[in-house]
């Protein structure tokens, strides 16, 4: 099956999502905890809050926070443009497992130079969370899969056109709003994961 990665939205308080999380992990490939207002030791409980909840450490990214990730043994970060570059963590943390967030075909390049894992690209397609910026689109994420690093495709993905990011060579997804804000998380994850085992197309069914 393909990846799910399901990304936190920065404002619910962790015991919010450590219930929805509770349910949905074991459908999901990763959790990334994106919690650009909270501090070291802020993400370090989080970690703890989940981890007691019996979520696996090795479904958990930390977003930015190379330390964090580090010091609670998480499965990896997810770097942004402003973080430290993935060839100095990936020299001196081989253990991590990292991600770099791009936009462009030049900065993919530049991740897999850097030894990169994997890329987490968008936004694909219109996005709440962007709505002054024009989305990259299914060619631009065509183009890109053809790097030869895994592509976890973000931005506006929905079960309807999962499909149509899968059949341009995505690896996977990411889904922020989709499931965490969703009214019934474990059945919008499902819906996810039903698109994601058949790679061709949303059938409406849930597992």
Do not use: C, W
């Not at 981890?51 to 330390?67: F, M």
């Amino acid at each position: 099956m393909k990846e799910l990665h399901i990304i936190s939205n920065g404002h619910m308080p962790i015991e919010q999502l450590r219930e929805i999380v509770v349910d949905i992990h074991p459908y999901v490939t990763a959790i990334h905890l994106r919690e650009k207002q909270k501090t070291a030791r802020e993400l370090f409980h989080a970690v703890q809050l989940l981890t007691d909840a019996n979520i696996p450490l090795s479904k958990i990214i930390i977003n930015d926070r190379v330390d964090v990730a580090l010091v609670t043994r998480a499965r990896g970060v997810q770097l942004a443009f402003h973080s430290l570059d993935a060839a100095i963590v990936k020299a001196d943390f081989p253990q991590l497992m990292l991600g770099s967030s791009i936009h462009s075909y030049d900065e993919g390049q530049k991740a897999k130079e850097n030894g990169a894992d994997y890329v987490l690209f968008g936004h694909v397609f219109p996005s709440q969370s962007k709505p002054d910026k024009p989305p990259k689109g299914l060619e631009e994420l065509s183009r890109l899969t053809q790097l030869d690093i895994p592509v976890i495709a973000i931005g506006g993905i929905t079960p309807e056109n999962t499909g149509q990011v899968l059949q341009a060579g995505a690896k996977g997804i990411a889904v922020m709003s989709g499931v965490i804000e969703a009214r019934d998380p474990l059945v919008a994850v499902k819906a996810y994961v039903n698109v994601l085992k058949d790679g061709d197309g949303y059938s409406g069914k849930f597992i």
